[in-house]
Structure formats: structure tokens, C-alpha cells
């Protein structure tokens, strides 16, 4: 899995931590990552008083993260948090975004997820890596053809699968994900895995008890040759 070009599609900021190990895989062999966040995060709030502020803090968080991650500052769209729809000016958004940065392989939320914004994404890059490819809405870009889309979540018992080796990288994914703070203390689990993370890193490093030396993708799509036969 090497591509000089990466995109990844994340609903909300802090979703692209689920695979934050391959990002780091992929800067160190000098593959370009280019990540789009698509909601501002600005119902992903456990205090009443973050309220008119969450936007702005989870905004810091990710830029944040980007840090850590060594990726450039990610393409923020900015919809509103449970407000991200499949309809016609996000998917030529989307087209436009495939288009421009010409990414080789594109990673997303699957079709498998309870979360309305998880499922829109999913939605849009089933329809805009199709329609990026062919010879609709010239104004967009010239057609690209995105070689191959894999599925970092929201997968359930889909396959194919590939597993990836990023027990080299998992202190700084441990580091990415504390940059969001305001999500760890909204989501306790999220605190609890990063504790456990480094117990296991302190105590046991040659044994995987928690399972979080690999990442696993589901390749969700294979493009042919856009001029076969
Ligand atoms: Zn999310």
C-alpha cells in the first residue's frame, strides 16, 4: 500500500484518528495526505456552556492533530454537525475536491454506521469517485479515476480486509487523539483507550493485548481501466 496521494474523507473532526497510524506510515514514506473533514463537530458537545464555542475549540483540536500527524492542516467544509447530506452542491463539492487533488486512493466511512453524518459520507464517495472518473460537470476539473477507495470504519463483516502494522506509531496516535480534548472528556472511552493504549506500551509492548498494533481497511473498490478493452 503505497500511493503518492491520499485522501481521506472524515465526518467530524477526530475521525481520522481510527487510522491515524497509517497516516503516519504513509508521511514517513513520503506519501501526500490531504484530509477533509466535512462537519465542524458543533453537536459534539458535553457541557451546555461549549455550546456557541465547540466549533471553535474542536477546530483548534484538529488543527492540533495535524500537528502531531505531520500531515498538512486539514480541508475543513464546515457543515454543521448532523448536517452533512448527500444532495447536489456537496456531491459536486466532492467531485471538485477528487478532481483537484487527484488522490490515488481514497479512505472513508462505510456504508455500516449509526451516525447520520458517517452514512452521508459514505454515500457521497460511493457517487463522487464514480462521477469524478467520467466526463460530466467540465467546470469541476478534468476527470480523475481513484484508483482504490478502502473503508477505516463503519465496515461491520464487509471484506476484503488489510491489516496494517503501526505499532511504531501508536505513541503519536495516543498523542493525536489526547489533542481532542474536549472529546475525551465527552466520550470516556475514547480517555480510557488512550490509558489502556499506554499501560500496554509501558508493561507488555510485545504483546498486542489490546489489538491496537494493527489497523484494518476493508477495500471497498478496485477502478478498472477507464479505457478497457
Ligand atoms: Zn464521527
Given at each position: 500500500m ?41 453537536a ?18 484538529a ?23 448527500n ?17 490515488e ?37 478534468e476527470?480523475?479515476h481513484?484508483k ?23 505513541p ?11 472529546q ?16 500496554q ?19 471497498h ?7 478497457f478493452?
Amino acid at each position: 500500500m503505497r500511493y503518492s496521494r491520499v485522501m481521506i474523507w472524515a465526518a467530524h473532526p477526530d475521525d481520522e484518528i481510527t487510522m491515524a497510524g497509517t497516516i503516519c506510515k504513509m508521511v514517513e514514506e513520503g506519501t501526500e495526505v490531504v484530509v477533509v473533514q466535512f462537519s465542524n463537530g458543533n453537536a459534539g458537545f458535553c457541557r451546555p456552556e461549549w455550546k456557541d464555542t465547540i466549533a471553535d475549540m474542536r477546530r483548534k483540536e484538529a488543527e492540533e492533530a495535524d500537528r502531531i500527524l505531520g500531515i498538512p492542516p486539514r480541508i475543513m467544509l464546515g457543515y454543521d454537525d448532523q448536517g452533512v447530506v448527500n444532495d447536489r452542491s456537496t456531491i459536486q463539492r466532492c467531485i471538485q475536491l477528487i478532481r483537484k487533488h487527484k488522490p490515488e486512493a481514497l479512505f472513508s466511512h462505510g456504508p455500516i454506521d449509526r451516525n447520520r453524518d458517517h452514512l452521508a459520507v459514505a454515500s457521497l464517495v460511493e457517487e463522487a469517485v464514480w462521477q469524478a472518473g467520467e466526463r460530466v460537470l467540465a467546470t469541476a476539473g478534468e476527470p480523475w479515476h481513484v484508483k482504490h477507495v478502502y473503508f477505516y470504519k463503519g465496515y461491520g463483516l464487509m471484506g476484503p480486509r488489510v491489516s496494517i502494522d503501526v505499532k511504531k506509531y501508536i505513541p503519536t496516535k495516543i498523542k493525536a487523539l489526547r489533542a481532542y480534548a474536549s472529546q475525551l472528556e465527552m466520550l470516556p472511552h475514547l480517555a480510557k483507550w488512550c490509558e489502556r493504549a499506554e499501560r500496554q506500551l509501558e508493561h507488555h509492548p510485545d504483546d498486542d493485548l489490546l489489538g491496537i498494533y494493527t489497523e484494518t481497511f476493508v477495500l471497498h473498490k478496485m477502478t478498472v481501466l477507464p479505457d478497457f478493452p
